[in-house]
């Protein structure tokens, strides 16, 4: 892959288009449109593409139909679907045929660049073996992990069960875990991936002591979280996905914790915290023993006079 990424945003909507090529030009990805499947498959006939983000709904030639083209005929292709409210059974399709995320519609930026990012690390992870480095885990946790695998082997729906299990065990998903899995259930590692990526409460990244789960979702967004994101992050020194080097902190951004009606919302292992503000959030961080926050009364009144503004 090139160091700039080259994605294909499809949809029938203009300004969805629109949205998502100023959210992630700004981030030095590049960004092509595509007004419908037609158009989109036209493109691919035509040029390279590291991802393609597609509505599911569209006229002539709708998402699942141009998704099975993909994969038939550019199966190197990473796909994401942004889209707003899929059924099950679509949703369900989608994820058999491999898809690598979701993006709901409408979409906050920190959203849209959170999923972005990891669709692009599971672009750059189809390098040929010999190019990336070896990733093994302790025999012990291999040895249990593949009891749990032929536990639930011949059981329907056994993918998540096992997945818990596994992230139980090992503490997160790495790609090794993932492979190790599909092996074991006689499944493509594209649905396992896809299915570890689509869930927020799979991580693929080694997780702190306390995890850090912040909403991204819309009604947060609106109620400032991505002020309350920033100073948790600055307070920590570490950005999404990461987690501090004593090992104590890691920060995930989820798009719903489906508590809406606290927005802005952040959950602490198993504890949610709503009407946030960024000295609020910081506090409640240093009740788990992280940093104690810094910020004066005059910058925290500051800070929700600009909310509630």
Known sequence: MSDEPKILVVDDELVVI?????????????????????????????GTYDLVFTDLKMPEVDGITLIRWIK?????????????????????????????????????????????????????????????APEEFPPA????????????????????PVLQR????????????????????????????????????????PRGDHNVRVCLGTACYVKGIE?????????????IGETTEDKKFSIEGVRCLGACGLAPVMMIDQETYGALTPSKALKVIGEYGGPVSSQSPDEETAAVAGQEG
């Open 166 to 205: 596994a992230q139980e065990i090992v503490g997160f998903l790495p790609p090794v875990v993932q492979k190790r899995i599909a092996k074991g259930l006689n499944m493509p590692e594209a649905e396992v991936h896809s299915v570890v990526s689509f869930y927020s409460f799979f991580t693929m990244k």
């Open 141 to 160: 946790m291999a040895k249990e992990l593949d009891r749990v695998i032929r536990e639930y082997r011949h059981r329907p729906g056994s993918l998540i």
């Open 18 to 46: 629109r949205s998502a090529e100023r959210v992630l030009k700004s981030e030095g990805y590049q960004i092509e449109g595509a007004l419908g499947g037609r158009e989109a498959i036209l493109k691919m006939e035509q």
């Open 227 to 239: 002020g309350v994101l920033d100073k948790i992050k600055e307070q920590l020194k570490i950005d």
């Open 72 to 132: 038939k005929s550019r199966p190197n292709i990473g796909i994401v679907i942004i889209t707003g409210y899929p059924s099950q059974e679509t949703m369900k399709e989608a994820l058999e045929l491999g898809i690598i995320d979701y993006v709901p519609k409408p979409f906050t930026p920190s959203v849209l660049l959170d999923v972005t990012k990891r669709a692009v690390e599971w672009a750059e992870g189809r390098k040929p073996a010999e190019e990336k």
